[in-house]
């Protein structure tokens, strides 16, 4: 008997590493604008209140690829802005992150532990504030979209000695991990691709949107 289970326990081990090989892409992974467009319009239809959408977290055998479309709205220079904070819509108590400086003010922004991203945008403009320090924080949720979607581990709360650029269409943007980012102003709106490395696989492993399925 004891022969016979190291015997199946070999021949486990020995597929799994094919099973997993088999999991990567062997030819080119096509996203079209179709698809985008698809993703954006069932975000609309469905009121969805987060902007960030996902298409597809693609497993790349070493690591995973999450592939984003974000569509953000109107916002005054005055308003708090909010770089996906509030995308899990956490009901538990949230942790503390960041600095705590009782006070401190300014814009909201997030940053992601985990996850880069870069930004390519398609469609309108905005001041992106990127870097400083994020102060009086919350971590996202464990159940939170943000975590097990969108960027993984994060960090939300207000943004402080942050440097802002105005981005338009054709802009390219990399955001490495823990730098923190949101918006400060978007006079109209603002549409984005958001390419995500998942170096510890921490997003939902084959994950496709529903408009898509």
């Known amino acids: 008997m004891r022969r016979l289970i190291l015997q199946i326990l070999a021949m486990v081990f020995a597929v799994c590493p094919t099973i997993a090989l088999a999991q990567a892409p062997k030819d080119g992974v096509y996203i079209t604008d179709e698809d985008i467009?698809?993703?954006?319009?069932?975000?609309?239809?469905?009121?969805?209140?987060?902007?960030?959408?996902?298409?597809?977290?693609?497993?790349?055998?070493?690591?995973?690829?999450?592939?984003?479309?974000v569509n953000r709205g109107?916002?005054?220079?005055?308003?708090?802005?909010n770089a996906n904070a509030a995308?899990?819509?956490?009901?538990?108590?949230?942790?503390?992150?960041?600095?705590?400086?009782?006070?401190?003010?300014?814009?909201?922004?997030?940053?992601?532990?985990?996850?880069?991203?870069?930004?390519?945008?398609?469609s309108g403009a905005g001041t992106l504030i990127t870097g400083g320090t994020i102060v009086n924080g919350k971590r996202s949720g464990p159940t939170d979209e943000v975590t097990t979607v969108l960027n993984g581990p994060s960090c939300g709360g207000t943004m402080v000695g942050?440097?802002?650029?105005?981005?338009?269409?054709?802009?390219v943007i990399i955001i490495p991990e823990h730098v923190p980012h949101g918006f400060s102003a978007i006079p109209d709106h603002i549409t984005y691709l958001s390419i995500?490395?998942?170096?510890?696989?921490?997003?939902?492993?084959?994950?496709?949107?529903?408009?898509?399925?």
């Open 162 to 171: 942050y440097t802002s650029r105005q981005i338009k269409v054709g802009d």
């Open 37 to 69: 467009k698809a993703v954006l319009k069932h975000a609309a239809d469905t009121h969805r209140t987060i902007p960030d959408n996902t298409l597809r977290v693609i497993d790349m055998d070493k690591y995973q690829l999450g592939v984003a479309v």
């Open 87 to 122: 995308a899990g819509g956490n009901a538990a108590p949230a942790t503390a992150c960041g600095e705590q400086r009782p006070g401190a003010t300014g814009p909201n922004g997030i940053f992601h532990d985990d996850t880069a991203e870069s930004y390519v945008v398609i």
């Open 196 to 213: 995500r490395p998942d170096l510890k696989k921490v997003l939902m492993h084959g994950y496709v949107n529903p408009a898509l399925k």
């Open 74 to 81: 109107a916002m005054g220079s005055a308003a708090p802005a």
